[in-house]
C-alpha cells in the first residue's frame, strides 16, 4: 500500500485497457516458481475437497466461507458504464486468472473471514489482495512493498510488524491480516466512514487523499474519491475493488462461478517456544518443505527469526503432530543471542571486540548502519559465538529448494 509505481500486466491487448489492468510484480523469491507454490498452496487446499454446492454442505458448514464474506458486503457498486462495471467485466472473463488467485487465497480466507466479523468489517475487505498481489506472499512492488497485503516497511511497522533479517511480517499473510485490517479501520474512521476514500488512502497515501480533499473543499468542489486530484493508479485501485465486489456479488451476471468451500479452518498456527529450522522440522512432521516455504512465506531462510515472533504456520492436519514433534529438535545448531546495554563511552568496535563478535554482526542484528550512534542505556542483541544462519547443517537442503 501507499502509491507504489507499477508496470502493467501485459497479458490483455488494447492501448485502451491499458490503466484497466492489474499490476505488475516482482518477486522476492525470484528463483522459488510461482507454479511450484501454487501447486503446493493447493495440495494444502485439497485435503477438503471443494463441494459442487453449498447444499452438499454438512449441516454445520452449510454457509460457504465465500458467501460467508460476501454476506458482509456493504460498499462495493457498480453503476452501468461506470469503470467499476468495465473492471467486474475484466475479471469475469478471466476466468483462468481468478482461478489461480482462489487458489492462493483458499488457505487465508478461514482466518481472513474471522478477522473481519471480530472487527465488524465489511465482506469486500478481503478482495484487497486480489488487487494488492493476486493473493501472493511474496510479491514485492517497485515500489519496495511487500506480501499480499503490500505493506512498505515503515507502514509495516507502524501497525506492528516484524521486519528484521529472519523474517518479514509483511509476507506472513496471518499477521499482515491482522495489520492491513487495522490500518483500514484506521483510514476508515479518518475519512468519516467512507470506504472509498479509505481504500484510496490505502493505495495512495492517506496524507495524499487528505490534502486533495482539503485542495477541493477550498476550491467549492465535490470531495468525492473520483473527484479528487489523485494519481491515475488510485484512480483505478478503487474500481477495482468495487468491481470485485460486484463479480462475487453477482457472479452470474458476469458469467463466472464463485467458488464454494467448506467454512472451515485450513491452516493452523502453532507457537513456539523459540526458533526452529524448518528444513529439520518438515524431516522430523513428515511435511512438505514446499508447503511449509509457502505458508511460512514471512521467513528470509530455513530458521525462524531467533528474537521472535515465534511461531510456525502449518497444515491444519498436521498441527497436532508439528507440536508434538517440536521439543524434540536439536536446538545445537541454533543461533543464540545476549543482550547488552551500551554503557558511555562504549563504541561498535569496542562492543564488537569486548564480546567476540564483529561489526558487521552488530549492526546486522540490530539495523544500525557503521557509523550509527549509540546511545547510553541502548539495548542491543548480540549472536553468541558471531554464528551466522548458514552454519545450520541444513541451509544446504533449504537451498536446494530456493
Known amino acids: 500500500c501507499v502509491s507504489n509505481p507499477s508496470r502493467t500486466d501485459p497479458e490483455p491487448s488494447g492501448d485502451d485497457q491499458q490503466d484497466l489492468l492489474p499490476p505488475y510484480f516482482l518477486r ?16 494444502i487446499g485439497s485435503t477438503q475437497p471443494a463441494p ?26 457498480c453503476p452501468a458504464g461506470s469503470r467499476a462495471e468495465q473492471w467486474a467485466e475484466w475479471f469475469g472473463e478471466r476466468q483462468d486468472y481468478l482461478g489461480r488467485v482462489m487458489v492462493r487465497a483458499h488457505p487465508w480466507l478461514h482466518d481472513i473471514a474471522e478477522q473481519i466479523e471480530a472487527r465488524d468489517l465489511p465482506g469486500e475487505l478481503a478482495l484487497v489482495p ?27 511497522r507502524e501497525y506492528g510488524l516484524e521486519i528484521n533479517e529472519y523474517y518479514d511480517g509483511r509476507r ?27 481504500l484510496a488512502a490505502y493505495n495512495g497515501g492517506q496524507g495524499r487523499v487528505g490534502r486533495a480533499i482539503r485542495r477541493n473543499r477550498s476550491r467549492g468542489r465535490s470531495t ?17 475493488v468495487n468491481g ?40 522430523h512432521a513428515d511435511l512438505d518443505l514446499t508447503e511449509l516455504v509457502a505458508l511460512n512465506a514471512g521467513l528470509g531462510g530455513h530458521l ?25 529438535l536439536d536446538q545445537s545448531e541454533m543461533l543464540i543471542w545476549r543482550q547488552i546495554e551500551v554503557q ?28 550509527g550512534f549509540l546511545r547510553v542505556g541502548q539495548v542491543l542483541r548480540i549472536p553468541d559465538g558471531n554464528r551466522r544462519p548458514v552454519d545450520s547443517a541444513f541451509a544446504d537442503r533449504y537451498a536446494e529448494l530456493a
Open 224 to 240: 468525492h474519491w473520483s473527484d479528487l486530484g489523485l494519481p491515475r493508479e488510485t484512480l483505478a485501485y478503487v474500481p477495482k
Open 244 to 283: 470485485l465486489g460486484c463479480l462475487f456479488r453477482s457472479p452470474e451476471r458476469y458469467g463466472w462461478q464463485l467458488p464454494k468451500w467448506r467454512d472451515q479452518a485450513q491452516i493452523s498456527r502453532v507457537e513456539l517456544d523459540g526458533p526452529i529450522d524448518i528444513v529439520q522440522l518438515s524431516v
Open 172 to 198: 506472513d499473510l496471518h499477521a499482515a491480516t491482522r495489520a492491513a485490517l487495522e490500518y483500514l479501520e484506521t483510514l476508515n474512521r479518518r475519512f468519516d466512514g467512507d470506504w472509498n476514500l479509505a
Open 344 to 371: 558511555r563511552g562504549d563504541t561498535l568496535s569496542q562492543l564488537a571486540l569486548r564480546h567476540d563478535t564483529s561489526i558487521q554482526a552488530l549492526t546486522d542484528a540490530n539495523g544500525l548502519s557503521r557509523d
Open 52 to 77: 459442487e454446492s453449498a447444499t452438499e454442505l454438512p449441516p454445520e458448514t452449510q454457509v460457504d466461507i465465500w458467501q460467508r464474506l460476501v454476506d458482509r458486503f456493504e460498499f462495493s457498486s
Open 130 to 156: 486480489i488487487v494488492e498481489s493476486a493473493y501472493d506472499p511474496f510479491a514485492y512492488s517497485h515500489g519496495q512493498a511487500s506480501g499480499a497485503w503490500q505493506f512498505v516497511a515503515a507502514t509495516g
Open 28 to 43: 522476492a523469491h525470484v528463483d522459488d516458481p510461482f507454479e511450484r507454490i501454487d501447486r503446493a498452496i493447493e495440495r
Open 304 to 328: 525462524t527469526s531467533p528474537t521472535g515472533p515465534h511461531h510456525i504456520i502449518v497444515p491444519r492436519q498436521a498441527a497436532e503432530r508439528v507440536r508434538s514433534v517440536v521439543p524434540e
